[in-house]
């Protein structure tokens, strides 16, 4: 093993990462592709390995949920010196609505983690997927459902609930967390803005759980190479991250989300074509 060329190809999975996670465009979907090109190669034993990449396309997020934070934290740290009693009870409630939205996804990742790992990270499934959420997308987009919710505190109970349930299709790669959760606050009558950052906002007790569920469950000895490896990766998606968050924020502004739904059809086709072909390698990652 080249460690200059795995931790090469952690900043090119960190750079993935950091792009696709806050699009509606799957990031898992998109890393596990590269894999299939790209491997990551850690250890020499491929049972090690395998272990090692279930393990990594989910902590890699770790960056991605920092930068969220770094760029929300007077919108989710309610104990700032200062703060106006008004603002630390939107507070307050803008974490009630995420553990609200994110009990379903809580409970149905720790059911089908195995699931998942095992029969669905594969090419087919992630070429569906693509397709399905990106014609969702443009259904969604030109559906007329009435605002009702121009900011996340604004949220009720019952709609935040809801968008955790449609967070929870994103359990199949290729679906996107953010994409299902946008789709759902969209139809729910939520504004793109009040929709994409409760999806940042639901990011992190997701994220967070679903790694401690793969530490937990990890089989394979930590080394200093897979440290050095992950750390790259994660990092890299942290700085990326930021600059996409803040992009796509401002993008949305005056722009609606169909463009990420024409992306998803197009490369879900094309490598569905490539997999029927078996251009691309047969198995699940």
């Known amino acids: 093993m080249d460690l200059l060329i795995e931790l090469l190809k952690s900043i090119l999975f960190g750079l993935v990462q950091g792009i696709t996670e806050?699009?509606?465009?799957?990031?898992?979907?998109?890393?596990i592709l590269l894999n299939t090109v790209l491997p990551l190669k850690v250890f020499d034993d491929p049972s090690a390995n395998l272990s090692f990449?279930?393990?990594?396309?989910?902590?890699?997020?770790?960056?991605?949920i920092l930068a969220v934070i770094l760029i929300y934290f007077r919108k989710l740290w309610p104990f700032s010196a200062g703060i106006a009693k008004k603002t630390r009870k939107s507070i307050f409630r803008t974490w009630l609505l995420i553990i609200i939205a994110s009990i379903p996804c809580g409970i149905?990742?720790?059911?089908?983690?195995?699931?998942?790992?095992?029969?669905?990270?594969?090419?087919?499934?992630?070429?569906v997927a693509l397709v399905a959420y990106g014609i969702l997308f443009l259904i969604a987009e030109r559906k007329a459902v009435e605002i009702k919710y121009k900011k996340v505190p604004d949220i009720s109970p019952s709609a935040a609930f809801f968008t955790g349930?449609?967070?929870?299709?994103?359990?199949?790669p290729g679906t996107s967390r953010s994409g299902a959760t946008i789709i759902g606050g969209l139809l729910l009558g939520m504004n793109?803005?009040?929709?994409?950052e409760f999806s940042f906002f639901l990011a992190i007790p997701v994220m967070l759980g679903a790694s401690a569920l793969?530490?937990?469950?990890?089989?394979?000895?930590?080394?200093?190479?897979s440290v050095l490896v992950l750390a790259v990766g994660m990092i890299t998606a942290f700085i990326v991250s930021v600059s996409v968050i803040r992009s796509l924020m401002k993008y949305i502004k005056t722009h609606s989300f169909r463009i990420f739904g024409f992306y998803r059809i197009v490369l879900g086709i094309i490598i569905l074509i490539l997999s029927v072909l078996e251009l691309i390698p047969k198995g699940v990652y």
Do not use: C
């Not at 806050?22 to 890393?31: A, K």
């Not at 793109?192 to 994409?196: E, G, I, L, P, V």
């Open 22 to 31: 806050w699009l509606p465009i799957s990031s898992t979907g998109h890393l």
């Open 108 to 127: 149905l990742g720790y059911l089908l983690n195995d699931l998942v790992d095992e029969k669905l990270s594969s090419p087919l499934i992630i070429g």
């Open 165 to 172: 349930l449609f967070e929870s299709l994103a359990l199949v």
């Open 53 to 64: 990449w279930n393990m990594y396309k989910v902590l890699i997020q770790l960056g991605s």
């Open 214 to 225: 793969k530490l937990m469950k990890m089989k394979t000895a930590v080394t200093l190479v």
């Open 192 to 196: 793109r803005s009040a929709a994409a």
